[in-house]
DNA sequence: TGAACATGTGAATACACATTCATTTTTGGA
DNA sequence: TCCAAAAATGAATGTGTATTCACATGTTCA
């Protein structure tokens, strides 16, 4: 509790420290964070089921979902960094894909969220 | 591929449409995005962390995670919009607690991928 | 009922980030 | 080697949002 002049009491002192002990590591919490935060744009969100099954060059990309292959790239660029798609270039094309298992679970998980509750 | 005055072809045009076809609606596309934005903020990483085994109220949650009641306030009532946590009251105080199973799988994943490559 | 504590809320500030536009790099073909 | 296409890049702009601060609400207990 960083500097408040209120009086607040600490409920459950004793289990605390051990509820921390719980909490992944900055470290870890920071790259979780980064995937999270990355997946929650639409617009990348488009990106990565469009390559879902098919790899794809940046230019279809960008007509299948409605936008500039700039803004396609620069989108692309930042799943890149974090693994999260991988690249393959072929002639002047260049082959986007996802790069990781984990996301189409990811995806699978999330979907059933939004549609299961109201 | 919207306004644009280079001279992009279309590589795949055949596939496009299919392809289309496997991307969830704009509506669900907003929920899943919605989902994965409010997950990526460590602060808000932290406080699902803190109560992914016992519920806490909001005070013991501010005391762990190192920040003030009003910011811990502030996004509990962010994740509850979405149903990713509930409330219950009791006396003074109100102690939230994970809303979804879908959660902690989300987390595994995530959690999985950040310790996997590099 | 009123004082004290736990939480909620609204406005304001500061920061992060997606898109756009202009330009550059890389590749293929003439 | 020169031109055009595909993609990458950098800077600028506009928007969204987390935190802070001040205050309001709701609860307990004397």
Same mark, same amino acid.
């Given at each position: 509790?960083?500097?408040? *002049?209120? +009086?607040?009491?600490? @409920? ?15 470290? *870890?919490?920071? #790259?979780?964070?980064? @995937?999270? %935060? ?5 617009? =990348?969100? #488009? @990106? ?14 960008? +007509? ?12 692309? =660029? *930042?799943? #890149? ?6 690249? =393959? =270039?072929?002639? %002047? +094309? ?6 990781? +298992?984990?996301?189409? %679970? ?11 509750? %109201?």
């Amino acid at each position: 509790m960083r500097e408040f *002049n209120g +009086e607040y009491k600490i @409920i459950h002192e004793t289990t605390l420290h051990d509820i921390g002990d719980g909490i992944p590591s900055d470290e *870890n919490l920071l #790259k979780i964070s980064e @995937i999270f %935060k990355i997946l929650g744009d639409p617009t =990348r969100l #488009k @990106i990565m089921f469009s390559i879902l099954k098919t790899e794809l060059c940046v230019c279809d990309i960008a +007509e299948l979902i409605d936008t500039t292959p700039s803004a396609v790239s620069h989108q692309l =660029r *930042n799943l #890149k960094q974090l693994r999260l798609v991988t690249s =393959r =270039r072929s002639g %002047k +094309e260049i082959y986007y894909s996802l790069a990781d +298992e984990h996301v189409e %679970k990811l995806f699978e998980i999330a979907l059933e969220h939004a549609e299961d509750g %109201k």
